[in-house]
């Protein structure tokens, strides 16, 4: 009997166990198919965001690509803003010239506003050098951009008024903000740039797109306008002698009424400034564009200059998104050749290339801009609309060139530039020869003008774009005095022009329809 209730306890305790291992198993198979469930779920969700996200091919992501894209933009229109106030003025000078009492002194005038305001970009560059990092260029830009909006704005209602003082009638309105307009703009040269710093490598480029298109956008409109467009009209002109009157026939110069008014003009103009400064709010504000800006958690001590250092790049582990259009070199450890930016370039190239880019805009800004009518009018005025915007277009296409073809060498910028040099002695030559330049009577001739324009302002254009990035990579100081040898460039090539055509005439205008050359 007691073997035999022991022998029943041991089969109710081996059942009990049984039992109890069949539910733990059971519990744990519940458990490991809520956990497969689980995970299923998870990455059912997380496969439906990357199809949304993400391209079937290459595995490009959708959401970066179009916020690049959308940051291209932005910096493209940020870049337009930069010089499209000046460039629009100078373009609609044959229409306001006719109404002010300064007559075609108006261009002279100009020239020497635009020099006085260079104390903008004076005052900056002194901060920057005496107190380096005090200075935040956000605010003066949003200040810039809001006073060419606000100074554009007044021009299209009070560029006509005039006050009387001194020898005569002035027009004190449209002198005055164009002094406000040419800070805004000379001052961007020193403020715009340095803030794209702020931003990945390849938007410099795209920046530098837009400020060329800051001359060729306000030249098209002026074109749609009709700006400039002469017809020649017979008339008649009595001359009395002592032999009797006689009538000489002679031709009168009559300009094309304009398509519509230099207010629609200069409100065109605001509303570019508008736009400026809607894309650099979004640059600097937007939390989708945030992610195109620079990681800036290092620093160094640099010639006592603190620069900014970006420790998120590397060749390695860059996306094709994040890689730069812009092939930069990112080194390890670099022996520093000077003490200037990152010391990559010995003090005799960097005199060089600041050499150069100051030579350069004194050809681009100044010199040759102040002869583009005596060089190109003499042909006619379809040559000189031709080479206008031909030119204007070149600029633009030199920075897509650089883009894709960025050849950093010191050599071929010195080629460049001694080629582009040589186009602008040929067109400083027909300027000085005007009214009666050489192929005069032969279409040859307005072709080589023309594609003379176009060969120099595209090579000197690629450049100043070269010598941007170089700089770029030196840090942030490199490009604020980027920006002052800019100015500096222009303003030398200004003063030096504006004795010789304004004081010493030594070019001579060509009458469209009574001048007769050989």
Same mark, same amino acid.
């Given at each position: 009997?007691?073997?035999?209730?022991?022998?029943?306890?041991?089969?109710?305790?081996?059942?009990?166990?049984?039992?109890?291992?069949?539910?733990?198993?059971?519990?744990?198979?519940?458990?490991?198919?809520?956990?497969?469930?689980?995970?299923?779920?998870?990455?059912?969700?997380?496969?439906?965001?990357?199809?949304?996200?993400?391209?079937?091919?290459?595995?490009?992501?959708?959401?970066?690509?179009?916020?690049?894209?959308?940051?291209?933009?932005?910096?493209?229109?940020?870049?337009?803003?930069?010089?499209?106030?000046?460039?629009?003025?100078?373009?609609?000078?044959?229409?306001?010239?006719?109404?002010?009492?300064?007559?075609?002194?108006?261009?002279?005038?100009?020239?020497?506003?635009?020099?006085?305001?260079?104390?903008?970009?004076?005052?900056?560059?002194?901060?920057?050098?005496?107190?380096?990092?005090?200075?935040?260029?956000?605010?003066?830009?949003?200040?810039?951009?809001?006073?060419? &909006?606000?100074?554009?704005?007044?021009?299209?209602?009070?560029?006509?008024?005039?006050?009387?003082?001194?020898?005569?009638?002035?027009?004190?309105?449209?002198?005055?903000?164009?002094?406000?307009?040419?800070?805004?703009?000379?001052?961007?040269?020193?403020?715009?740039?340095?803030?794209?710093?702020? @931003?990945?490598?390849?938007?410099?480029?795209?920046?530098?797109?837009?400020?060329?298109?800051?001359?060729?956008?306000?030249?098209?409109?002026?074109?749609?306008?009709?700006?400039?467009?002469?017809?020649?009209?017979?008339?008649?002109?009595?001359?009395?002698?002592?032999?009797?009157?006689?009538?000489?026939?002679?031709?009168?110069?009559?300009?094309?009424?304009?398509?519509?008014?230099?207010?629609?003009?200069?409100?065109?103009?605001?509303?570019?400034?508008?736009?400026?400064?809607?894309?650099?709010?979004?640059?600097?504000?937007?939390?989708?564009?945030?992610?195109?800006?620079?990681?800036?958690?290092?620093?160094?001590?640099?010639?006592?200059?603190?620069?900014?250092?970006?420790?998120?790049?590397?060749?390695?582990?860059?996306?094709?998104?994040?890689?730069?259009? @812009?092939?930069?070199?990112?080194?390890?450890?670099?022996?520093?050749?000077?003490?200037?930016?990152?010391?990559?370039?010995?003090?005799?190239?960097?005199?060089?290339?600041?050499?150069?880019?100051?030579?350069?805009?004194?050809?681009?800004?100044?010199?040759?801009?102040?002869?583009?009518?005596?060089?190109?009018?003499?042909?006619?005025?379809?040559?000189?609309? @031709?080479?206008?915007?031909?030119?204007?277009?070149?600029?633009?296409?030199?920075?897509?060139?650089?883009?894709?073809?960025?050849?950093?060498?010191?050599?071929?910028?010195?080629?460049?530039?001694?080629?582009?040099?040589?186009?602008?002695?040929?067109?400083?030559?027909?300027?000085?020869?005007?009214?009666?330049?050489?192929?005069?009577?032969?279409?040859?001739?307005?072709?080589?003008?023309?594609?003379?324009?176009?060969?120099?302002?595209?090579?000197?254009?690629?450049?100043? &774009?070269?010598?941007?990035?170089?700089?770029?990579?030196?840090?942030?100081?490199?490009?604020?005095?980027?920006?002052?040898?800019?100015?500096?460039?222009?303003?030398?090539?200004?003063?030096?022009?504006?004795?010789? &055509?304004?004081?010493?005439?030594?070019?001579?205008?060509?009458?469209?329809?009574?001048?007769?050359?050989?």
């Amino acid at each position: 009997m007691k073997k035999r209730e022991r022998q029943g306890e041991r089969e109710t305790e081996s059942e009990l166990r049984s039992w109890y291992l069949k539910s733990e198993t059971n519990r744990s198979q519940t458990h490991t198919l809520k956990a497969e469930e689980t995970c299923q779920n998870v990455l059912k969700q997380e496969n439906q965001i990357n199809f949304k996200n993400q391209l079937s091919f290459g595995g490009v992501n959708i959401s970066a690509f179009i916020m690049s894209l959308f940051t291209h933009v932005l910096a493209c229109l940020f870049g337009i803003g930069s010089w499209v106030a000046i460039n629009g003025m100078w373009v609609e000078l044959p229409l306001i010239v006719p109404d002010i009492p300064e007559g075609w002194f108006l261009p002279s005038y100009l020239t020497i506003i635009i020099q006085m305001a260079n104390i903008g970009p004076l005052f900056i560059t002194l901060m920057h050098r005496f107190r380096p990092g005090m200075l935040d260029e956000r605010p003066v830009i949003y200040t810039i951009v809001v006073v060419g &909006v606000v100074a554009t704005f007044l021009l299209a209602f009070l560029w006509k008024h005039t006050l009387t003082f001194g020898d005569g009638e002035h027009s004190a309105a449209l002198l005055s903000l164009s002094f406000l307009l040419s800070v805004v703009d000379c001052t961007s040269s020193v403020t715009f740039l340095p803030f794209m710093m702020r @931003l990945q490598p390849q938007y410099l480029t795209t920046y530098f797109i837009g400020e060329g298109l800051s001359g060729l956008v306000p030249a098209l409109v002026a074109l749609v306008q009709g700006v400039g467009v002469v017809h020649c009209k017979n008339a008649s002109a009595n001359a009395n002698f002592s032999s009797g009157n006689i009538s000489q026939s002679l031709l009168e110069t009559h300009y094309q009424p304009a398509n519509f008014s230099t207010q629609g003009f200069f409100l065109f103009l605001s509303a570019m400034m508008t736009v400026c400064l809607g894309a650099f709010l979004l640059l600097n504000l937007h939390p989708a564009v945030a992610r195109e800006h620079k990681s800036t958690k290092g620093y160094i001590d640099n010639s006592r200059r603190v620069e900014k250092i970006d420790l998120s790049q590397s060749t390695n582990n860059e996306t094709p998104e994040q890689r730069p259009m @812009l092939d930069f070199p990112e080194g390890s450890v670099i022996k520093q050749r000077s003490s200037f930016g990152k010391g990559t370039y010995s003090r005799t190239e960097l005199v060089f290339i600041f050499v150069v880019l100051a030579w350069v805009n004194a050809l681009t800004n100044a010199v040759l801009p102040s002869v583009q009518s005596y060089s190109c009018l003499p042909y006619g005025n379809q040559a000189y609309h @031709l080479a206008a915007t031909l030119s204007s277009v070149a600029n633009p296409v030199a920075c897509f060139i650089a883009m894709f073809v960025p050849i950093r060498s010191l050599m071929l910028m010195g080629v460049l530039t001694v080629t582009g040099t040589g186009f602008g002695a040929y067109i400083m030559a027909m300027a000085a020869l005007s009214p009666c330049p050489l192929l005069i009577n032969d279409d040859l001739g307005a072709a080589l003008i023309v594609i003379t324009w176009v060969i120099f302002v595209l090579s000197l254009s690629y450049v100043k &774009v070269i010598i941007g990035v170089i700089l770029r990579d030196e840090g942030h100081s490199a490009l604020v005095w980027c920006g002052a040898v800019v100015q500096l460039g222009s303003m030398l090539g200004a003063l030096s022009m504006f004795p010789l &055509v304004s004081v010493y005439r030594l070019f001579q205008s060509r009458d469209p329809c009574n001048t007769k050359c050989p």
